[in-house]
């Protein structure tokens, strides 16, 4: 009889050292529209000026000096270029401030293509559409709120960063 609480507390025991106790909050994405979900980012990419490639979302949480540093991201994710608009819901852990950049990757090579200059080759966009002058926004420039309910965050390609160009009207 005094074997079966032993048993059961070594069981349990067990149990308990094969969950996951470093696990952190998952960030997951899908293509289309937001249903619903509690705390999300319910993007818009628009601009795309071809079907070729990805376009790539970097997430940042509400750090300032994170904000575009390698290695620094919460969440990346490629989704399929499409002429024009590109929709994906993306649902974050928690409410809180983020930031997010996007670019197309026409090329498919899964990097931000840069001339040999540094000036951006790819279209690229930013949360809250920030003048771009000589540099990538700040976070507070780029920075939104995520509450309860999907946010609507809509972003605009630019193809030519240092001008400021904007990619055509697109359907």
Known sequence: MNRIPTILSSLLLACLL???????????ATEGA?????TAIDVRVRGVRSDRGY??????G????????????????????????????VIVPKAGTYAASVYHDENGNKKFDRSVIGIPVEGA???NNPTLLLGPP??????????N?????????????????????LP
Do not use: M
């Open 18 to 28: 094969l969950l996951p106790w470093n696990v952190q909050a998952q960030v997951e």
């Open 34 to 38: 937001c249903s619903r979900a509690s």
């Open 55 to 60: 376009v790539t979302l970097v997430l940042y």
């Open 62 to 89: 509400d750090n300032p000096a994170d904000f575009l540093v390698k290695g620094k991201k919460i969440f990346k994710r490629q989704f399929a270029a499409k002429r024009g608009t590109v929709a994906f819901c």
């Open 125 to 127: 966009g930013f949360s």
């Open 138 to 147: 700040s976070h507070a420039q780029a920075a939104f709120q995520v509450s």
């Open 149 to 169: 309910g999907p946010k609507r965050v809509e972003i605009q390609l630019n193809y030519s960063i240092v001008s400021g160009q904007q990619s055509p009207n």
